[in-house]
């Protein structure tokens, strides 16, 4: 049919038409439109639940893309943080540390030279510290180090911009002491294992107790009096034997310091005054 | 055939209430049912052409809560007019298509508008023709031009050819 294609033509814009007068005339859709409506609002819905179920799991995908760089930045900057908080916490301790020196420092009536521990020998053999003063700052063999909480050792040995302080635990380490509540005398000796006894108190003295606090006596010229050395732990009363002897409890943490004083100026003062002793030190 | 037929023009009506918003480009969104019209009636005539844009018209008019019967009216007539390029051009080429789907889109925003001014429809010529009727049809032209080349695909897998 030739003209078949204007028929239908001509049929749907007068369908359309009729739609149209119907639907101003009422100004609702009618009935025609009511009954498209019926069919197509069910599927409107389905579709629409289908699109934004499609559109949840695209933007779920989405997300989950997001979340995942975002955690690895997150990560990354997790570790920075928890470095540059350890540098913090390094640096406040480190802080801490010099401001307890200083305090110290200023404390003492005699002049003293700072150093920092820059090696250690810590073997069963010699047990020793090396800091970054040396002949050229004026430190001399047998100059007492010391740290805040007590006597650190001495020097043995003296280099050009370096000196070895040989610790107070050290094998052939020995310093005269005594108690400080009594004032026995004493010498306080290194061990190999690391501990520090004290030797050769005389049995006719005060006697010691556990718990007692040791500091140097100044005798023997080399430790000015009044340093604190550490505390009774062990008596060991050997009965018939001439002196007491005791098991000591350094008062420094030998394998933490990092920072000295060097006692550079003579005193015969008690310098224990000086020294704020923490509670079980 | 009537089926898929009826079948493609149901979603294409449905999508554009439920997909097309989501397609959006700056407030514009394409006519998913015009440009399935005017491909339609490229392709497969006039007659084809009217009916599927009448019917996707009516959807739109039922599912949009307007005047029932303007956009079955002009897509109809968009149907139509596609049906006959296809006779006079070669359609199966995509710079026909989508510069004919771009020209369609106008006249049937010029026509619709012309119709709705019959039954008082307030907005001005200018400002539906720049943010409404434009925009929609270079819109148009982009998913015509974009659904082109996806059935060219379809059809040359089918042909073993690119372009018929």
């Known amino acids: ?281 | 055939m009537r089926v898929s037929l009826a079948l493609m023009l149901l979603g294409g009506g449905l999508a554009q209430t439920s997909v097309a918003p989501a397609l959006s480009v700056g407030g514009v969104a394409p006519d998913i049912p015009l440009v399935l019209t005017v491909l339609l009636g490229l392709r497969r005539g006039p007659e084809v052409g009217c009916v599927s844009g009448f019917a996707v018209g009516l959807l739109q008019d039922v599912a949009g809560g307007g005047f029932v019967g303007a956009q079955a009216l002009t897509k109809a007539l968009v149907g139509f007019a596609a049906g006959l390029m296809g006779e006079w051009l070669w359609v199966s080429n995509p710079l026909v298509q989508v510069p004919g789907l771009v020209l369609l889109t106008l006249a049937e925003g010029l026509g619709r508008y012309w119709l709705l001014q019959l039954l008082h429809f307030p907005a001005a010529f200018g400002d539906v023709m720049l943010y409404v009727v434009l925009p929609q049809a270079l819109y148009n032209g982009f998913l015509g031009a974009a659904g082109a080349f996806g059935l060219s695909v379809i059809e040359a897998r089918r042909s073993g050819s690119l372009w018929r």
């Open chain 1, 1 to 281: 049919m030739r003209y078949r294609k204007y028929v239908v033509l001509v049929s749907v814009l007068l369908v359309s038409l009729l739609l149209l007068s119907l639907g101003t005339r009422g100004g609702e859709i009618g009935r025609p439109g009511e009954l498209v409506a019926f069919v197509i609002t069910p599927l409107q819905a389905a579709l629409s639940k289908i699109q934004s179920t499609a559109f949840g799991v695209w933007s779920t995908y989405l997300d989950w893309k997001n979340v995942r760089r975002e955690n690895q930045a997150l990560r990354t900057e997790l570790e920075q943080l928890r470095i540059q908080s350890l540098q913090v916490e390094d640096t406040q301790r480190e802080n801490l540390r010099l401001r307890r020196l200083l305090a110290l420092r200023e404390r003492l009536p005699l002049s003293t030279l700072s150093g920092e521990v820059i090696a250690k020998e810590w073997g069963g053999w010699v047990r020793s510290v090396t800091v970054n003063r040396g002949r050229s700052d004026g430190v001399a063999r047998l100059t007492p180090a010391i740290v805040p909480e007590g006597l650190l050792g001495r020097v043995v040995e003296v280099r050009a911009r370096a000196a070895v302080i040989q610790l107070l635990n050290d094998p052939s380490s020995a310093a005269a002491v005594m108690v400080q509540r009594t004032r026995t005398a004493g010498v306080a000796e290194g061990e190999p294992g690391g501990a520090v006894r004290l030797k050769f108190m005389a049995r006719d003295g005060g006697g010691v107790q556990v718990g007692d606090l040791i500091v140097t006596s100044g005798l023997g010229g080399v430790f000015p009096k009044g340093l604190p050395v550490g505390r009774v732990i062990a008596v060991e009363d050997k009965g018939s034997a001439l002196f007491h002897y005791a098991r000591l409890h350094p008062v420094v943490d030998f394998a933490r310091v990092e920072e000295v004083l060097l006692l550079m100026g003579q005193t015969g003062a008690d310098l224990l005054p000086h020294f704020s002793l923490e509670p079980g030190t």
